[in-house]
């Protein structure tokens, strides 16, 4: 078999691919390593039983879908207290219930935010109107 | 396989049953844990609502109090912009001929000149904002009457602002933070440009146990809050024993606000 200006498109073949792929080949080994929300806060250290509202896998799986919920119940329903499986009642509220122990954004929240490649200013936009908690950095 | 007639009654009698104990089932499961509640302690009404003494805030108030101003503004992170156009207010002052429009005589002026009313949202009981939003942000509580609002779900579409007839309603044009001038109150968030927001009678201190925070800033116990459908309470007292006047009663909407003259 013969390619006319096979010469040409070889070489132009391999070359276009070389750049088509360029960022895997300049991005390989550097994978952002996968981030590890931090708990120890003051407040959680001090905690006899660390035992977040609900077990930690479902939260880490349905947190935004607890807070959705937590928001409609609150302001639709007028109902404040949560009583988790364990029967430990809980105010329901992002800005002074989930902050008082997880007192450390930029570690809880947003280093799997910034991860998951949600900008911290834009999505998800808990803190454009929630106060964020004062952190010791 | 054949299914005999006596046969195909028992199985649908014993369906029937079946569906029959579902609410009994869902009783049950309501029981269980996780659930949500109330809180014990918070103020219950069916209708709140507000009578407001003007006598008393001029008499006994001093010479430009703004005391319930303040204590609503600060306590609920209100942002202060210095422009009337983009102004935000919750509670605020003015005067008769602007509250009362359809009241006010050519000889009012002399009893009532340069003396500001204390207006608020009139939590009405036929709210137009309610009526108008186009996405439910603005809603009318249906246990004790108050006009709310969930500020995430509100678009921005100032509908609502035409359609109050008293003005109760501020826009964000502008990021609201920077304007806060007073230390921010951490229990409370603020708002984000581009929502209405509007007094919320306090909705997260009553569900706490407290009375609104003009309510309690008033130091001549001008403001006097409570639940207009329970005859024993202390707005109804004051009802019952006062000439009192409302915001453009005509236009039907029905405001909870009150005023002694």
Partial sequence: MKIYNGDKIIPGLIIFLGLITLPLWYNMGKAAPAPEPKLDTPVIQRLAEKQCVLPKGEMRTGHMQLLNDWRTEVVRNGKRVYVSKTGKEFNMSLQNECIRCHSNKSQFCDSCHNYAGLPASTTPYCWTCHIAPKENK | ?261
Wanted: charged share 25%.
């Fill in chain 2, 1 to 261: 396989m054949e299914t005999s007639r006596r046969s195909f009654l028992k199985a649908g009698g014993l369906c029937t049953l079946g569906l029959a104990s579902l609410p009994a089932a869902d009783a049950l499961a309501q029981a269980a844990l996780p659930k949500v509640m109330a809180n014990p302690t918070a103020l219950v009404g069916k209708k709140w609502g507000m009578v407001i003494d003007m006598k008393k805030c001029w008499e006994k108030g001093k010479e430009g109090c703004k005391d319930c101003v303040n204590a609503c503004h600060v306590t609920h992170n209100v942002p202060d912009i210095g422009n009337v156009k983009e102004e935000i207010k919750w509670i605020w002052q003015d005067e008769y001929e602007h509250a009362f429009p359809g009241q006010a005589t050519h000889y009012n002026e002399e009893f009532i000149h340069g003396k500001k009313f204390i207006l608020l949202c009139n939590h009405c009981t036929n709210p137009p904002c309610v009526r108008v939003c186009p996405t439910k942000a603005t809603f009318k509580r249906k246990e004790d009457g108050i006009v709310m609002m969930d500020f995430h779900r509100c678009i921005g579409c100032r509908f609502c602002m035409a359609g109050c007839p008293y003005a109760s309603r501020s826009f964000n044009f502008k990021e609201p933070r920077p304007f806060i001038k007073t230390e921010l109150n951490q229990t409370f968030p603020t708002r984000e440009r581009g929502v209405v927001e509007k007094c919320s009678f306090c909705e997260e201190r009553l569900a706490k146990g407290q009375i609104p925070a003009c309510v309690e800033a008033c130091k001549p116990g001008a403001l006097v809050f409570g639940d207009l459908e329970d005859p024993k309470s202390e707005v109804r007292k004051l009802l019952a024993s006062h000439y009192t006047i409302q915001r453009k009663l005509e236009l039907g909407t029905g405001p909870n606000i009150f005023y002694i003259v």
